[in-house]
């Protein structure tokens, strides 16, 4: 392309942040620029086929995106509100928890979680009611929050903000513990902890409370799938004449002229010129793209936050079953091998002891309406889906793959039978019999694929360490380079496109 050609903004990743801040700003008649490494659009969201069934690499169901909710009034800025629809997932069970020789339907509604619990365990009632309400209160702060926010708005702002000062540099354990919540029921409160590869002993109370709060008022799924979901946003940025998307094309780095960035270097497509850059990718290597004593030590402090674990995830097309008559439906289950969530944790990513795997179980096909037939969710007529999920070791699958291939694809295989192992015990006997696709993702599957360091899958490990005033923002020492993405803003979609939201507003009202 011709470097003489300027656009207004440059996005380095189309993943979710990147693709949504591209959109807004299109939408607002902005000219933009997307460069992204994969061949597919939407970071962790993005969908790949296999002998006709349509897999979500790693998004399984969302918040935030039902009529009322913020995340839906987006999708009405884009214009899409109409085209990409949301269904909710089941209102008296969207999560169901599995431990050994118990159980529990996670509703929506926090009154009607509260009502079953203090039934169960009626001598916390109380505890369980105050637990509901901190957790609430705590959402609808983090909600209030501006883009990079600072100890200013805390101070102009103290009794909106009260619960964040309350609960400032709490895990979920700490509250526990505060509470004096019984270990059993703690357990069954931590049971999406899958949702954010952390243990209730490492999990930051306000990723916790707005992962809960959030599923809790509108778990859902794209009606027409992930990739017509993504599609549609990128048509958005191509509605505008001269926008572009690009995949295959590598951004090399930042482009100076004179001391000035003047946009990004591409592999495919070289000098990309641009008056703003947006960088939706790992920020740990900017450094080595700016030029030298352009990173400021606040900045570089920023930049010291550890990586969120891993997972292993198994893809499974189905034929001639019925899932329904199983135990699945438009809900996803959480299966614990042990009683404690934290020890489950402890096990498979401190010990790496991945015998017993305990699993997260997604069944796609049953998610959306005509779902048990499959043809509009990604399966051929008759086919079903099946995804499975649980937290892994990054290193363990790295050193396999450095030292032997063939080791690395032992390792994989092995795991993937045991995976196989817990549902047919547990809920499909004679599964094997069905399976007609199994993919396998490792750690340095994501790594390659999503080029996510380590294979980390929400950016920051979600500790209260990473969580914390002063953290990484969109904010870097460039005045027209900004950040977006899990690691300067919120993890998981909604998070994206909230950050995404805000990033565009900030940059519309400059």
């Known amino acids: 392309m011709s470097s003489e050609i300027e656009f207004d903004y440059a996005i380095i990743g189309a993943g979710v942040g990147g693709l949504f801040a591209g959109a807004l700003l299109a939408r607002a008649g902005k000219s933009v620029y997307v460069a992204e490494k994969h061949y597919a659009l939407g970071g962790y969201g993005h969908s790949f086929k296999k002998s006709k069934f349509d897999f979500c690499a790693q998004l399984h169901y969302l918040w935030n995106c039902l009529p009322g909710e913020p995340g839906h009034a987006i999708f009405q ?118 949702n954010l590869l952390a243990p209730p002993s490492t999990v930051s109370l306000f990723i916790h409370a707005g992962m809960v709060a959030g599923y809790d008022r509108g778990a859902c799924v794209p009606e027409k799938g992930f990739r017509h979901l993504f599609t549609e946003v990128a048509r958005v940025i191509l509605s505008k004449s001269g926008n572009r998307i690009t995949t295959r094309n590598e951004a090399l780095g930042l482009a100076f002229e004179n001391g000035k960035m003047i946009g990004i270097r591409t592999k495919r497509e070289g000098l990309v010129r641009a008056k703003h850059v947006i960088l939706n990718s790992d920020p740990k290597h900017l450094p080595e793209w700016l030029p030298t004593g352009a990173v400021t030590s606040k900045f570089e402090e920023r930049l010291k936050y550890s990586y969120s674990p891993s997972n292993f995830t198994v893809y499974l097309g189905l034929k001639d079953i019925d899932l329904m008559q199983h135990g699945f439906g438009n809900w996803n289950i959480w299966f614990y091998q042990k009683d404690s969530v934290n020890q489950v944790y402890e096990d498979q990513l401190v010990r790496n002891d991945l015998g017993a795997p305990s699993l997260f179980i997604s069944t796609p096909t049953l998610h959306a309406p005509g779902g048990a037939q499959g043809e509009r969710k990604g399966a051929p007529p008759g086919g079903q889906q099946m995804v499975l999920c649980t937290m892994c070791n990054y290193a363990r699958f790295k050193e396999l793959l450095i030292k032997d291939r063939v080791l690395y694809e032992e390792e994989k295989y092995a795991l993937t039978q045991r995976m196989l192992d817990v549902v047919e015990d547990n809920f499909v006997p004679g599964l094997r019999k069905h399976i007609t696709v199994c993919i396998s993702g490792s750690p340095t599957t994501n790594e390659r694929y999503v080029n996510s360091p380590y294979g980390n899958s929400y950016g920051a490990d979600l500790t209260p360490a990473n969580f914390k005033l002063g953290r990484l923002n969109s904010k870097t020492p460039l005045h027209n380079l900004h950040l977006v993405g899990a690691a300067a803003g919120v993890p998981s979609f909604a998070g994206g496109i909230h950050f995404a939201n805000l990033l565009a507003e900030k940059l519309l009202s400059a």
């Open 77 to 194: 800025k884009l214009g899409l509100a109409a085209d990409v629809p949301f269904v909710r997932l089941n209102e008296n069970g969207f999560d169901h928890v599995y431990f050994p020789g118990r159980r529990f339907e996670i509703r929506r509604g926090f009154d009607k979680n509260e009502t079953e619990l203090s039934r169960l365990y009626p001598a916390e009632k109380a505890t369980i009611r105050k637990y509901f309400g901190i957790i609430a209160s705590i959402n609808d702060a983090i909600l209030t929050l501006p883009i990079d926010c600072d100890a200013t708005h805390f101070a102009l702002h103290p009794f909106r903000t009260f619960p964040l000062i309350r609960y400032y540099g709490y895990t979920l354990q700490e509250l526990f513990d505060e509470l004096k919540i019984s270990e059993e029921l703690q357990n069954i409160l931590a049971g999406q902890s899958g």
